[in-house]
């Protein structure tokens, strides 16, 4: 008999063992609440559509003038790996020769494994680095916006939203949790590198039993645990900015802000000041100004801005709203009234950021260091912010600006993608078809048959965590994983390691990239760094042979002493933050000397940036694209779990009964969401969680065309991307406004296609 084997997922670790052809999964005894996304993971020993041979599309193959426009259209032909690897070889050496690195875009934006050794964007990376370097992107599609504002405001983005208030904290100290955007047990269910704990749900049922207050401010009733007991503000999506300069306007003409912190600890709130009491253009920021734009009473305003005022109180700011137009706003802007509460760096108060959308966000940090391979250096300076891929495709040579910098997109010969879906991650799917038909090569390592796959050249079949060996570990979770392969290679596949080391064979560079090192012996090699940690600090250090045969380790973790934040409060000359005044810059002189007309020196209410998505009688419905309860991201979206809550195959769509009366719309109808963009189909969930004037609709559905011809297609299976805008944030940031966006929704009268997506590749000969 089989015995259970350990490992690790980006959802929690587990035990499982493969047995008469099927897997079976179990979580950690010690998880209080494991996550119902394990339930995804047994479909990967048998779902047809896994990726099961290297793969070349027919028309690249045969080289037919114009073959690019018919990629995700195409069919394919499966081949040896030997005849795959020449073909990946002769053409990476054919662009590196003709044109340079700077024409080969390195794509692996995605959470691909949560090992440390067979994580694809480190391979990829890697390799192409070894090669002589690539293009790369800079910043996610969840957290763009933040991670070029907080350096700004507060300082390196990894300081402060790993090391903020924990949860700990705020089961101890918080009386007061304003939620701007929520904090859905979802997000939290999830951790890139493992989640052995899921303790969200206790810290938060330990607060509220001590008679903390928590606030959910969302169009979402439940953007929040129920164990909280939060009370919703119904508020109309991207309009949170609005709401919060109320509240601040509150603060002031009330004499509730510190003014004693904000002399001390920020720089430029007199300039702030000014615009939020209408000094300079005459528009007071007040409570009946907000109540008009966001939807929240004008008493609700007031009453939540005294409160605030009197309690031990807590702002935090979602992922969900920095991804969308000005998303570098709300950000900035909670900082402020977090600052003006004066309450920065005390326990459990203050500002935090993603709080609850990550499932080790808000835990004690780890004081040893993990296992990290090295990528080798990257000799191309070239870059773009990640969600500006279509953009890059598309208009090779345009200028575009970042971060104060105006720069150039590269002209990109060459795509090889390795560990994510961007026809998950991506908006305006249409437009991103366009740009993925631009390159002269896409070649991707893929799992399974994904629309990425579908719109590639090569296609190399590549493992999945459960296929192999690997250390699971996170920097915000205290259990090291060995990683043990519970399942043989499903068809020819193989890890990312073993596909570069042949690809570097034929450029003679399999020693460079290997090190002569196999697999398992990269394993106990990149151990050693956190072995000598342990030991020198005194710690339990047992050797890699001991940890793989005990199967996981207990790792030390890093005092709550309130991190950066609590240091500045104490003595902010011995411990100033890393900005240019050493304070927290509520007016930045750096971002105002850009002279960006979308991102000023100090936050402030900026409208909806294009005319169609304010035209309500066209679109008058809010789209939510939210991350899915069912998956992480559109990762095995063909998994039992996430398959069982679709309606009819396709994609929930949950609407207010009001709204759904006005449309002829009940429960379980097959709906058409549609735009200027584009439309998809999915299935009708009346719900009054849903605040009226808003639909939700879930990122991660499988994107499958009803035409894969068309060059404006629909999407059967319901993926929100179809519909939103492919803009950035701001020239500030450039980061992703995937979130939101403005639709229409009518009862679908026709009877719909069937959904097709996971039944895998068809071949012909």
């Known amino acids: 008999m089989n015995l259970f084997k350990t490992h690790s997922s980006h959802w929690g670790a587990f035990t499982g063992r493969y ?61 040896s790996w030997t005849q795959a690897l020449d073909l990946v070889a002769k053409e990476l050496r054919r662009v590196y020769e003709d044109f340079g690195p700077q024409a080969v875009f390195g794509g692996s934006y995605g959470w691909a494994s949560a090992g440390r050794f067979h994580h694809a964007q480190s391979q990829v990376h890697r390799f192409l680095n070894l090669l002589g370097g690539y293009v790369r992107s800079v910043n996610t599609y969840s957290s763009g916006a933040a991670m070029v504002i907080i350096p700004h405001v507060l300082g390196p983005y990894d300081h402060f939203e790993r090391k903020s208030v924990t949860w700990d904290a705020i089961e101890r100290s918080s009386e007061l949790v304003v939620a701007f955007g929520g904090m859905a047990i979802k997000n939290a269910d999830v951790h890139g590198g493992g989640n052995s704990q899921h303790i969200v749900r206790d810290k938060l049922k330990g607060a509220s039993e001590r008679g903390a207050r928590f606030v959910l401010i969302s169009p979402l009733s439940d953007d929040f645990p129920p164990e909280a007991n939060a009370e919703w503000l119904s508020v109309v999506p ?38 939020l009491l209408g000094r300079n253009d005459g528009v007071e920021k007040c409570p009946e100004w907000a ?46 009234l977090a600052a003006m509460l004066g309450q920065m760096g005390l326990d459990g108060g203050g500002f935090s950021y993603s709080l609850g959308a990550l499932g080790n966000t808000g835990k004690r940090q780890l004081s040893v260091p993990l296992p990290t391979l090295n990528q080798f250096k990257n000799a191309v ?22 971060n104060g910098r105006a720069m150039r997109y590269p002209d990109i010969r060459l795509v090889y993608w390795a560990g994510g879906n961007p026809f998950h991650h991506h908006q305006d799917l249409n437009r991103l078809r366009a740009a993925f038909r631009r390159p002269e090569t896409i070649i991707v390592h893929e799992t399974a048959w994904t629309s990425s796959a579908r719109h590639a050249d090569i296609v190399l079949p590549a493992t999945t965590t459960l296929e192999r060996d690997d250390i699971g570990a996170s920097g915000g979770d205290p259990l090291m994983i060995a990683m043990k392969k519970l399942i043989e290679p499903v068809g020819e596949a193989r890890d990312d ?70 240091a500045f409060r104490d003595d902010p000359l011995a411990s100033p933050l890393p900005t240019p005044s050493g304070k927290i810059e509520i007016f930045s002189q750096t971002i105002e000397s850009f002279g960006y007309d ?37 990762q095995l979206d063909y998994g039992d779990f996430s398959r069982s809550t679709k309606i009819k195959g396709r994609e929930p769509v949950r609407v207010n009964p009001a709204d759904a009366a006005e ?82 929704v009518e009862r679908f009268a026709n009877e719909p296609p069937p959904v097709r997506i996971f039944e895998g590749m068809r071949f012909t000969g």
């Open 663 to 744: 449309r002829g719309i009940s429960d379980g109808d097959i709906v058409r969401l549609f735009n200027a963009r584009g439309s998809c189909l999915a299935a009708a969930v009346l719900s009054e969680d849903v605040r009226r004037g808003v639909i939700q609709l879930a990122t991660g559905a499988w994107f499958e065309p009803d035409d894969a011809t068309a060059d404006k297609t629909m999407c059967i299976h319901g993926n929100p991307n179809i519909l939103t805008r492919d803009v950035g944030t701001s020239q500030l940031a450039q980061g992703s406004t995937g979130q939101l966006t403005r639709v229409e």
């Open 291 to 336: 109540s008009d734009i966001c939807g929240v009473d004008v008493d609700a305003i007031k009453d939540l801005a005294r409160t605030m005022a009197g309690a031990r109180t807590l702002i935090t700011v979602s992922h969900s709203l920095q991804r969308a137009d000005h998303g570098e706003q709300p950000v900035w802007m909670g900082i402020v």
């Open 238 to 275: 991207g309009t949170d900015v609005a709401l919060m300069l109320g509240l601040a306007y509150v603060l002031v003409r009330e004499g509730l802000h510190d003014r004693g912190f904000l002399d001390r600890y920020t720089v430029g709130y007199e300039r702030f000041e000014d615009y």
């Open 497 to 566: 390691y073993a596909i570069f080391s042949e690809i570097a064979r034929r450029f003679g560079k399999f020693e460079a990239f290997t090190e002569n090192r196999t697999s398992t012996e990269w394993l106990a090699f990149l151990f050693k760094r956190t072995h000598e940690a342990l030991s020198a600090g005194g710690h339990e250090a047992p050797d890699f042979e001991t940890f793989w045969e005990r199967g996981e380790l207990q790792l030390p973790l890093q005092p709550d002493d309130g991190g950066p934040a609590r």
């Open 598 to 634: 979308d991102c000023g020196g100090h936050p402030r209410w900026y409208p909806p940036k294009a005319k169609a998505e304010t035209d309500e009688s066209r679109y008058p419905l809010h789209l939510v694209c939210n991350q899915p309860h069912s998956r992480l991201h559109s």
């Open 19 to 79: 047995e008469n052809g099927k897997l079976e999964i179990r979580p950690h005894p010690a998880d209080p609440h494991p996550s119902p996304l394990l339930g995804n993971l047994p479909a990967i020993a048998h779902s047809p559509a896994r990726i099961r041979r290297p793969a070349v599309r027919r028309g690249w193959l045969e080289g037919a003038p114009g073959n690019a426009q018919k990629r995700g259209a195409d069919d394919y032909v499966e081949v």
């Open 381 to 402: 300076s070239d870059f773009i912010p990640v969600a500006r891929i279509a953009d890059m495709l598309l208009n090779p040579g345009d200028e575009f600006h970042y």
